[in-house]
């Protein structure tokens, strides 16, 4: 699996790192989570990772950094995780419809046209009562925008997975 991510700026993922903190004081049982500050924009799981890495990289390579705005949180119940989910808007839409016309069927479910959610994970836990936590949490958070410079390119192992490359976006 290859995934194409919108690499949030350091200040937004601390903001993001802050309300997951929050959410183990709130709810201590709950699973660790390590948290990549991104967005997943697609997963590919076709045969030709090069040939997707190359349309993607040039997708990219034009792009003008862009934000997105975090307005709230939610619990996607299917994956049991809580989320924070930008607006699916502007840049990271058009990012997301381009690789999907070209690549829908090579895309796992939740990155196909008509599935994909933009959100970054802060809490994946199937035995914590997500929902909860999510209205606790919601009464604390308050929106933000996040810039995207880089779009990177990982590779899911059986260890997690590894960054393999990345595209800085024009300024």
Not at 1 to 26: P, W
Not at 52 to 81: G, H, N, W
Request: charged share 20%; glycine share 4%; net charge negative.
């Amino acid at each position: 699996m290859l995934c194409v991510l919108a690499k949030l700026d350091e200040t937004a993922t601390q903001k993001l790192r802050g309300l997951q903190q929050t959410a183990y004081r709130l709810a201590p049982a709950l699973r660790p989570f390590h948290l990549h500050g991104h967005v997943t924009v697609a997963v590919y799981v076709g045969e030709g990772e090069d040939g997707f890495l190359r349309f993607c990289k040039a997708l990219s390579a034009d792009m003008p950094a862009f934000d997105v705005a975090y307005k709230r949180l939610e619990v996607l119940q299917e994956t049991s995780i809580l989320v924070a989910s930008p607006e699916k808007a502007g840049a990271l839409e058009a990012l997301h419809r381009h690789i999907a016309q070209v690549y829908d069927p090579a895309l796992n479910r939740w990155t196909q046209s008509g599935y994909w959610l933009p959100h970054t994970t802060l809490a994946h836990d199937p035995d914590a009562d997500l929902e909860r936590l999510c209205r606790m949490l919601s009464a604390v958070f308050t929106p933000f925008s996040a810039h995207v410079s880089h779009i990177e390119f990982s590779r899911i192992t059986a260890a997690g997975y590894k960054i393999i490359d990345s595209v800085a976006l024009r300024d």
